[in-house]
């Protein structure tokens, strides 16, 4: 059964710069470490990790939203497509991406929930600071309540894509991280 993540991460940057960061291709991979095929346009392709991952663009509010189709290679075939989305929130001389990955394949689900933090978290905060990695520096956090507008959004969006009557979404989360 399909399950999803949410979580959150701060930064020591405006929101602007992360939105940018993510939708340039050139930045997105100087901090992942891997090229990346993305532009901020709906019905765009967006491959990354040498095509691990692929999707498509689904909608962009510019400097506050991403929403796209995401696929890991890793996922059985008949493994609907998630959808991830991310918003982006300015908390005085920081900033906060609050991401909803929806209908993730619990065979992968652990490896994706920890990817986050390995894959982007960590290496943006990194490329960020220009120096040695303060995990303090980071908080990932599980609000609910901070997220649930973005559930209800990819709900519709989902219901506008298959027209079949949305189905509440699991709000399971993975378990704490240790460092």
Same mark, same amino acid.
């Given at each position: 059964? $399909?399950? %999803?993540?949410?979580?959150?991460?701060?930064?020591?940057?405006?929101?602007?710069? !992360?939105?940018?960061?993510?939708?340039?291709?050139?930045?997105?991979?100087?901090? @992942?470490?891997?090229?990346? /095929?993305?532009?901020?346009?709906?019905? /765009?392709?967006?491959?990354?990790?040498? #095509?691990?991952?692929?999707? @498509?663009?689904?909608?962009?509010?510019?400097?506050? =939203?991403?929403?796209? /189709?995401?696929?890991?290679? %890793?996922?059985?075939?008949?493994?609907?497509?998630?959808? !991830?989305?991310?918003?982006?929130?300015?908390?005085?001389?920081?900033?906060?991406?609050?991401?909803?990955?929806? %209908?993730? $394949?619990?065979?992968?689900?652990? #490896?994706?929930?920890? #990817?986050?933090?390995?894959?982007?978290? &960590?290496?943006?905060?990194?490329?960020?600071?220009?120096?040695? =990695?303060?995990?303090? &520096?980071?908080?990932?956090?599980?609000?609910? @309540?901070?997220?649930?507008?973005?559930?209800?959004?990819?709900?519709?969006?989902?219901?506008?894509?298959?027209?079949?009557?949305?189905?509440?979404?699991? @709000?399971?989360? $993975?378990? &704490?991280?240790?460092?």
């Amino acid at each position: 059964m $399909p399950r %999803n993540v949410i979580l959150a991460a701060s930064f020591p940057a405006t929101a602007d710069r !992360l939105f940018d960061m993510y939708l340039d291709p050139q930045a997105h991979a100087a901090f @992942t470490g891997a090229p990346v /095929t993305i532009e901020p346009r709906p019905g /765009t392709p967006f491959r990354a990790f040498d #095509g691990m991952l692929t999707g @498509t663009m689904l909608h962009v509010e510019p400097k506050r =939203l991403i929403v796209q /189709t995401w696929r890991s290679a %890793n996922w059985p075939a008949e493994a609907m497509d998630a959808v !991830l989305t991310f918003s982006f929130w300015q908390e005085g001389d920081a900033a906060r991406i609050e991401l909803v990955h929806v %209908n993730v $394949p619990d065979e992968d689900f652990a #490896g994706v929930s920890q #990817g986050w933090e390995k894959y982007y978290w &960590k290496p943006w905060l990194a490329h960020l600071s220009e120096c040695p =990695l303060d995990l303090r &520096k980071v908080a990932v956090a599980h609000d609910i @309540t901070a997220v649930s507008r973005l559930i209800t959004f990819v709900e519709d969006l989902l219901y506008e894509h298959s027209h079949e009557p949305p189905q509440r979404l699991s @709000t399971e989360r $993975p378990g &704490k991280q240790s460092c």
